[in-house]
């Protein structure tokens, strides 16, 4: 009776969506990004912001929304989700972090989670304008570990290639410490017998391990499969008990080994099972994608990290689906419309530096921009910050006179304030001679102290708004 009964909710859940596609009154927009971008506080802010507008005269904290600006902003109030089987965000679990006493930041995303807010307004175009003085806006915001993003490239890859990619003699993985203790355990098997779960499941341990020390300790973020990362229900599961194979192990196409065999099995039953079914189910009924980059972070761990993060994302970037949604696409086969890419944490440097962080962010994404813009997808970017950790100031140096600083509460430190010049952000991508230099000290912050009924301060989130879900409020 208790299936029943879902399977009877998710029907008429289905069937209203279904309805406010129709009437372009449901948008369904994804945050993504790298590991450390920001995510969870991004979107616990957003949702703020909205559900605490009309308490903020004037413009509710949002002067660029324009939906705010001219006062048609009635309302926004949490729906619950359509997706029953899709953890809710953690909104009230984050906000407590945030309010609390130290604040702190909420925890990173370990799973894919959804919210739903309904948005009221009033109409000021189209057909609605002449009919109702009230339009609800449905908008679905799905967050997404950064980690399970990085496997869609292996939609496009077989296990050979996949294998060479990762293995190539100047990958970051392959210059890790534990990658020689990964490789002696593989040339330990012999290649010509069957292996057993067990001596594929030690390698994969070994594998995993690799993965952790080259993302949590050297700061890289190219890491596959991610779910040997975070696994989810997939944890022990000869599922994740794969790894890459290096090249001088592989034989022909008609001969190969054991090894290799049982060694493809898996990662085409991964792609097949795990990776495949993700996107199908999720990425290809998104409208608009917003992607947070963490250029600070990448700059301050160094050239190697900065070039593998450009590249995780612009492999990433192959995989999205882009294109105009006219009205049956919108209902059968929705495709991404718009995408943002959003320079996150710029409260970390001075008013003068954004612009230059902006800048480098066009360059750094280039190759994805052009492919989305030219398969009919509006592309824009921006330089945020969902929360102001800080504040602007001047101090005097003694070689420079005086210099714009920034201050806030360290995140290191027990919430002591620091005050610092944190250096320039170069406007293109660095060559050689800036990476030896190193002239710049970008320091996490922690959250804010304020009243709890005091909304965070933001940088451009109204400008944001305005882009990703201006438009449907008209």
């Known amino acids: 009776m208790a299936d029943l009964k879902q399977r009877w909710h998710q029907l008429e859940q289905k069937a209203k969506d279904i309805g406010y596609r129709t009437t372009d009154r449901h948008l369904r927009l994804a945050v993504t990004g790298l590991s450390g971008a920001g995510k969870t506080a991004f979107i616990t802010s957003l949702v703020e912001k909205l559900l605490s507008a009309q308490q903020q005269p004037p413009y509710g904290g949002l002067p660029l929304f324009t939906v705010c600006r001219e006062g048609r902003f009635i309302a926004a109030r949490r729906e619950r989700q359509p997706d029953l089987n899709i953890a809710s965000f953690g909104y009230d679990t984050a906000m407590s972090a945030l309010r609390d006493n130290p604040p702190r930041w909420p ?15 009033r109409p000021k175009a189209g057909v609605l304008a002449n009919f109702v003085d009230k339009a609800t806006l449905h908008l679905d915001i799905v967050d997404y570990p950064g980690e399970w993003l990085l496997d869609l490239p292996m939609l496009d890859l077989d296990y050979q290639q996949w294998s060479t990619q990762l293995l190539a003699a100047n990958s970051p993985l392959t210059n890790t410490p534990s990658y020689a203790d990964f490789i002696a355990k593989i040339t330990a098997l012999d290649p010509t017998q069957e292996p057993s779960d067990e001596a594929l499941a030690t390698i994969s341990d070994s594998y995993r391990a690799l993965l952790e020390q080259l993302v949590h300790q050297q700061g890289f973020y190219l890491a596959q499969p991610g779910r040997l990362l975070l696994p989810g229900d997939l944890q022990g599961t000869p599922l994740l008990a794969f790894f890459p194979l290096p090249s001088q192990l592989f034989t022909g196409q008609g001969d190969s080994s054991p090894l290799q065999r049982q060694l493809q099995q898996r990662y085409d039953a991964y792609v097949k099972q795990v990776v495949k079914p993700f996107y199908q189910r999720y990425f290809e009924e998104f409208d608009r994608q917003l992607v947070l980059v963490d250029v600070l972070g990448a700059l301050n761990r160094g050239r190697p990290q900065f070039e593998d993060m ?53 360059a750094l994404l280039n190759p994805g921009w052009q492919r989305a813009d030219q398969q009919g997808c509006a592309v824009e970017a921006m330089a945020v ?37 944190p250096g320039e952000v170069p406007q293109a991508l660095p060559n050689k001679d800036f990476w030896q230099q190193q002239g710049f000290e970008f320091v996490n912050f922690a959250p804010p102290l304020q009243p709890p009924e005091q909304p965070f301060e933001h940088i451009r989130l109204d400008h944001l708004l305005e882009y990703l879900i201006g438009d449907k409020l008209l």
């Open 310 to 362: 450009a590249n995780a994302l612009n492999a990433l970037n192959q995989s999205f689906r882009f294109g105009k949604g006219g009205f049956w696409q919108r209902l059968f086969s929705p495709k991404i419309d718009r995408l943002l890419f959003a320079v996150s944490k710029v409260d970390q440097i001075t008013r003068e530096q954004q612009g230059n962080a902006l800048s480098l962010l066009k």
């Open 385 to 421: 910050s969902a929360i102001k950790t800080t504040r602007y100031g001047m101090a005097k140096d003694r070689g420079l006179g005086e210099v714009s600083v920034v201050s806030g509460r360290g995140l290191d430190n027990g919430g002591d304030t620091i005050t610092l010049f």
């Open 107 to 121: 925890q990173s995303t370990t799973n894919i989670s959804e919210l739903r807010l309904a948005i009221d307004y």
